[in-house]
């Protein structure tokens, strides 16, 4: 079982910068998508950015882009996300996620893993 580790998280001023990062256990992290999602309080988790296999494709919800980059190393079983000009509705505890499902897809059900999370916290 793949084992997801958040980190990176922090509270930070808005406009600022933020670089999370997503290791993973395992063998087999290339033969996998990923993608990160946040949760704010309150509110379901939702999608924010999806990455292919080799990195190649990439796809993000309309309110992160040109702000956000999802990438990846694969030859160190980790997965970021680089968040800029972070605003206050940024604030949420963010997930990666091992993707199973369609590629590209949005939905939670195509994740079959999950990290702890970690909190963003963006003051206004």
């Known amino acids: 079982q793949v084992q997801l580790v958040e980190s990176g998280g922090g509270l930070v001023q808005a406009g600022g910068s933020l670089r999370l990062s997503c290791a993973a256990s395992g063998r087999s992290f290339s033969a996998y998508a990923m993608g990160w999602f946040r949760q704010a309080p309150g509110k379901e988790r939702e999608f924010v950015a999806f990455i292919s296999r080799n990195g190649a494709n990439t796809i993000y919800v309309d309110s992160v882009k040109g702000r956000f980059t999802i990438s990846r190393d694969n030859a160190k079983n980790t997965v970021y996300l680089q968040m800029k000009s972070l605003k206050a509705e940024d604030t949420a505890v963010y997930y990666c996620?091992?993707?199973?499902?369609?590629?590209?897809?949005?939905?939670?059900?195509?994740?079959?893993?999950w990290g702890q999370g970690t909190q963003v916290t963006v003051s206004s």
């Open positions: 996620g091992r993707s199973v499902g369609p590629s590209g897809s949005r939905q939670r059900s195509a994740y079959d893993a």
